[in-house]
């Protein structure tokens, strides 16, 4: 069964400062996909980033970056020069093709507060 | 270009009973997948549906059920309501690319059912 972990439950960032955000997976499935979501408080999922298990380079999306770590199954978001509006909450997901469906399963969330 | 869109935006209905959800998905987009998302947690996988079937279910009883009909659009159906089923209703909208890994899926702003 998959699973993601996000083991910080808040964190605190100075704006312009960068962040990480942490995440891990658990998958036997040589085959998956990993995401990260933006949740404001009006409830809407936003996407940010994709990362697929086969590619070798980290993807970068405007000032979003994921740094995979395969070997650690670590998924890890890092948002550079942080604003206000960044304040949300942040999910990891992870999806794997199987039976012709591709269902997401999310991590807990991490609650990111930009202070000036 | 329409993203996804969902109806209501609020519902407050009592326990016993039923409730519909509305999804209309992105344009150009064929699957549909629902989820849960209760206070303070990630979402949860209700289901999902590509050509008019249901091609992957989570962990949930019978008493929820689905359609899509030929434009794409979704609905998500809970009977016999319980209090637990309180929660923020998220439907979100892919392209399925058969020969690929995976395909990202677009959230809409989420229907808030309250059980009294």
């Known amino acids: 069964a998959q699973k993601i972990t996000q083991t910080q439950p808040g964190m605190f960032v100075q704006e312009k400062e960068a962040v990480t955000l942490d995440c891990t997976y658990d998958t036997s499935d040589p085959s998956y996909g990993l995401f990260w979501y933006k949740q404001p408080s009006s409830g809407e999922m936003i996407f940010l980033i994709y990362q697929g298990s086969y590619d070798q380079q980290n993807a970068t999306e405007g000032r979003y970056s994921l740094n995979f770590q395969k070997a650690r199954k670590s998924a890890n978001l890092v948002i550079s020069a942080s604003q206000l509006g960044d304040s949300a909450m942040y999910f990891c997901?992870?999806?794997?093709?199987?039976?012709?469906?591709?269902?997401?399963?999310f991590g807990t969330g991490t609650q990111l507060k930009v202070e000036l | 270009d329409a993203g996804v869109t969902q109806s209501p935006t609020h519902l407050i209905k009592t326990r016993g009973q039923q409730v519909t959800l509305r999804c209309s998905p992105k344009s150009g987009h064929d699957t549909v997948s629902w989820y849960q998302q209760a206070l303070g947690q990630g979402p949860q996988f209700i289901f999902q549906y590509y050509e008019e079937e249901e091609r992957q279910r989570g962990n949930f009883p019978d008493r929820f059920s689905g359609h899509q009909f030929p434009n794409y659009s979704s609905e998500l159906n809970v009977n016999a309501l319980l209090l637990g089923d309180s929660a923020l209703y998220l439907c979100a909208s892919s392209l399925a690319q058969l020969h690929e890994r995976t395909d990202t899926q677009y959230f809409g702003p989420g229907t808030r059912l309250t059980v009294l």
């Open positions: 997901a992870m999806t794997h093709p199987t039976g012709g469906g591709n269902k997401l399963t």
